[in-house]
């Protein structure tokens, strides 16, 4: 029975057994079965919302108001399941490790192709399939039928956007070769989140005189006959959700059709990127140095520095995962400098939590993280001073990245909020740090992610620091008479600091 239903190994549907058991592995595996507990608790509550949304909704078309409502929403969500695809197939033609056996295998290639594709399509709808599902059974007692609709609309969704992004880390890998693809759609996936939301902050960036041109051109271009009206094709998936016939047919033929041809035409290039990852023949653009040729630096600051900052810029997804943040800030940064008033009181600790977390990954990176502690171990140089040296590398780049707001701030507001926020990031930053140095947790660069399982009460301690110096940075500025609350927590933080840095050197 069991044979029957998941079929015979090499076949198809084991093969996507196969994938799904992987993507659920990098996802947690058994670390998210509690989520997976709540999720069905929260079935009974969207079920609930949904009804109440329907039972006097009335039958047909939707208006115009809720097509463009809802078809931006999908947009949105469109433009994250590409992210996650990208990611997804990085992961499929780099970071297994198990495509060479399987192209070693009797199994064709084009087999595996497409169920390493379909395995992608699906782990990117599991959520808005989660999300939508309770919409479309709820119609079925509603008299809103066709909402059965947002299962074939959302399936043919993830096909085409999973083909797209397959397509588009094949055309890297093509282009760039399999070590610099791997590197840029690293990037592009992690970008695309924040890219969205940098374009829903333009509006609050322009004066009031540009928004209203703007809503005015936008009003235009949404009025009937328009590029964007509600009979646009660019809503033809929010309609074909509703079971509207022409868009629902051209929405499954273009997702099913896309996915159909990337697995045809792009087979080729999947195998061939794949040997090219699994045998490591990057395209190299530095040719190789003669002998002698090579000159070591001199200096252990000198060293220490250029070696920790070219391993963080060798690792794109490192960077992606710490750096990523800063571009969410951006939007808070023009709207506070421009507006004057109270915000920037509210920017001011936005950056010193920034700082605060961006310094606590860094000097995970550096002096934790660290892939050869043995060889540092038998240096001819004290560890604690070459620690040190490793957290001066971690922080230096924050420090940096908190000078440029510091000097607009000062030129806005004053030197009174360049002067906290200098003193803050600089206090908060050296108090996480000092927790590394007090009691690294030694593990790989790729378990950054996964770095306070071990030490949960570590990470709380590094979360105490971020709000007790970011509300210390507020207190200062709004004068406010609760000042010893963030003071405890800072002396709270020090001292566990403290305390672990004895316990660690009595060992």
Not at 352 to 380: C, F, H, M, Q, S
Request: proline share 6%; with cysteine; aromatic share 8%.
């Amino acid at each position: 029975m069991s044979a029957g239903w998941l079929g015979r190994p090499g076949s198809m549907p084991w093969l996507i057994r196969h994938e799904l058991r992987l993507a659920w592995r990098g996802m947690g595996g058994k670390g998210i079965t509690l989520l997976v507990v709540l999720g069905l608790l929260l079935t009974l509550p969207l079920h609930y919302g949904a009804y109440r949304v329907l039972v006097d909704l009335p039958g047909g078309k939707l208006p115009d108001w809720a097509v463009f409502g809802v078809g931006a929403l999908l947009w949105v969500c469109i433009s994250l399941m590409l992210s996650q695809a990208v990611l997804m197939s990085v992961t499929a033609l780099f970071d297994r490790g198990d495509l060479d056996l399987l192209l070693a295998s009797p199994l064709p290639t084009r087999q595996v192709f497409m169920a390493r594709a379909l395995g992608i399509a699906v782990s990117v709808v599991g959520l808005y399939l989660f999300l939508l599902v309770p919409v479309a059974h709820i119609g079925l007692f509603t008299g809103h039928v066709s909402l059965l609709a947002i299962y074939p609309t959302l399936l043919a969704l993830s096909l085409g956007v999973s083909a797209l992004g397959l397509w588009l880390t094949l055309l890297l890998v093509r282009w760039l070769g399999a070590r610099r693809a791997r590197t840029v759609a690293q990037l592009l996936g992690s970008l695309v989140g924040a890219a969205l939301f940098l374009a829903s902050q333009v509006p609050t960036l322009l004066d009031q005189s540009s928004q209203q041109l703007w809503l005015a051109r936008l009003a235009g271009w949404m009025a009937p006959g328009g590029v964007l009206s509600a009979e646009s094709p660019a809503w033809y998936p929010a309609r074909a959700l509703t079971g509207e016939g022409l868009p629902l047919l051209l929405t499954v033929l273009v997702g099913a059709g896309a996915f159909w041809l990337v697995v045809g035409l792009a087979h080729r290039s999947f195998l061939a990127g794949t040997q090219e990852s699994v045998a490591g023949s990057a395209r190299r653009g530095l040719p190789v140095r003669p002998a002698g040729s090579v000159r070591f630096g001199t200096g252990l600051l000198r060293v220490t520095l250029r070696k920790e900052w070219r391993l963080i810029l060798r690792d794109p997804q490192l960077i992606a995962q710490t750096l990523l943040q800063l571009l969410y800030l951006l939007p808070l940064l023009f709207i506070a400098l421009r507006d004057g008033g109270r915000m920037p009181m509210l920017l001011v600790p936005a950056l010193v939590w920034l700082a605060t977390t961006l310094a606590a990954k860094l000097a995970w990176i550096t002096v934790a993280a660290e892939d050869a502690p043995d060889l540092l171990g038998g240096a001819p140089v004290a560890l604690k001073k070459l620690r040190g040296l490793k957290l001066l590398a971690a922080l230096l780049p924050v420090w940096l990245l908190l000078l440029l707001p510091s000097l607009m701030l000062a030129v806005q507001q004053g030197p009174r909020h360049a002067l906290v926020l200098a003193l803050c990031g600089l206090g908060s930053t050296l108090t996480v740090g000092a927790g590394q140095i007090a009691y690294p947790r030694q593990a790989k660069r790729s378990e950054m992610k996964t770095r306070m399982k071990g030490s949960p009460a570590l990470g709380l301690l590094e979360l105490l620091a971020a709000i007790s110096w970011a509300g210390l940075s507020y207190c200062l500025l709004a004068a406010a008479s609760y000042l010893a609350w963030p003071l405890a927590g800072i002396a709270v933080s020090l001292g566990i600091n403290a305390w672990l840095g004895r316990a660690r050197r009595e060992r």
